[in-house]
C-alpha cells in the first residue's frame, strides 16, 4: 500500500538557520503530496501541497518540489523563527476521496 | 477558507461512561469525514471514515460498537467513544472532505480525551 517516509526527529535549529526535512513516499498511482504543521495541542494546518510532478507548493517560506523521478517532497525553509517551532506531516493522498496517508511526523525546535 | 469547528477541545471523563466528539464543516458540505487518533508523539492513525448518510468504514482493528461514528449530515459529524476507558485517552481529530479533487483536507483543532 501507500506510504511516506520522513526524516525522524527531533531536529534543533538556531533561529535564521536553514532547515530541511526530507519526505519520500510510496504510491501506486499519482498522488497529491503535502506538508501538515501541528503545534502543540492544536490540530493540523496545511502548510503547503503539490498536485503534480515538477510542482513547487510555497507558502511563509516554506517549499516543496514534488519529485516523481526520486519520489520525494522534500521540505525546505531558508530562516527559520522561534515561531515556526511545531510538528510537520508530511502526507499524501491517492487519487479519489481517500484516506491522507501520513508520515509519523518531525518535531522541529527552533531556538533563540 | 474552508473551517472545521470541532468541540470539545478537552475533556475529562470518569471510566464507563460514553463521550461525545462533534465536528462541524462551517462554509462547506463535508461529503466525507475521516476521523484519526494521535498518541503522544505519535502520527495520526486513521480509525474511520464516513460518508453523509451512510455506515462509516471502520479499519482494521478499530471496534465500532465502541467509536460509533454519526455523519447524519452535510455539515455534521460524531463521534461517540462508548463505555471509555482509560486506554481510550489519546487526541482525536477529524478531518473534512468536500469531495474535490487534488485538495488538502480541513481538520479540527483535535480533542483531547482523558478518563479517569
Known amino acids: 500500500g501507500d506510504s511516506v517516509t520522513q526524516m525522524e526527529g527531533p531536529v534543533t535549529l538556531s533561529e535564521e538557520a536553514f532547515l530541511t526535512i526530507n519526505c519520500t513516499y510510496t504510491?501506486?498511482?499519482?498522488?497529491?503530496l503535502f506538508w501538515y504543521v501541528q503545534y502543540p495541542g492544536e490540530g493540523l494546518q496545511l502548510l503547503l501541497k503539490a498536485t503534480k510532478a515538477d510542482d513547487k507548493g510555497s507558502n511563509k517560506g516554506f517549499e516543496a518540489t514534488y519529485r516523481k523521478e526520486t519520489t520525494s517532497f522534500h521540505l525546505e525553509k531558508g530562516s527559520v523563527q522561534v515561531s515556526d517551532s511545531a510538528v510537520y506531516f508530511c502526507?499524501?493522498?491517492?487519487?479519489?476521496?481517500?484516506?491522507?496517508?501520513f508520515g509519523k511526523g518531525t518535531r522541529l525546535s527552533v531556538i533563540a | 477558507g474552508a473551517v472545521v469547528s470541532q468541540h470539545p477541545s478537552r475533556v475529562i471523563c470518569k471510566s464507563g461512561t460514553s463521550v461525545k466528539i462533534e465536528c462541524r464543516s462551517l462554509?462547506?458540505?463535508?461529503?466525507?469525514m475521516f476521523w484519526y487518533r494521535q498518541f503522544p508523539k505519535q502520527s495520526l492513525m486513521l480509525m474511520a471514515t464516513?460518508?453523509?448518510?451512510?455506515?462509516?468504514?471502520?479499519e482494521q482493528g478499530v471496534e465500532k460498537d465502541k467509536f460509533l461514528i454519526n455523519h447524519a449530515s452535510l455539515t455534521l459529524s460524531t463521534l461517540t467513544v462508548t463505555s471509555a476507558h482509560p486506554e481510550d485517552s489519546s487526541f482525536y481529530i477529524c478531518?473534512?472532505?468536500?469531495?474535490?479533487?487534488?485538495?488538502?483536507?480541513?481538520f479540527g483543532s483535535g480533542t483531547r480525551l482523558t478518563v479517569v
Open positions: 462554509d462547506f458540505q463535508a461529503t466525507t
Open positions: 478531518s473534512a472532505s468536500n469531495g474535490a479533487t487534488n485538495y488538502g483536507y480541513t
Open positions: 504510491a501506486t498511482g499519482y498522488p497529491s
Open positions: 502526507a499524501l493522498r491517492d487519487t479519489g476521496n481517500t484516506p491522507l496517508v
Open positions: 464516513s460518508n453523509e448518510g451512510s455506515k462509516a468504514t471502520y
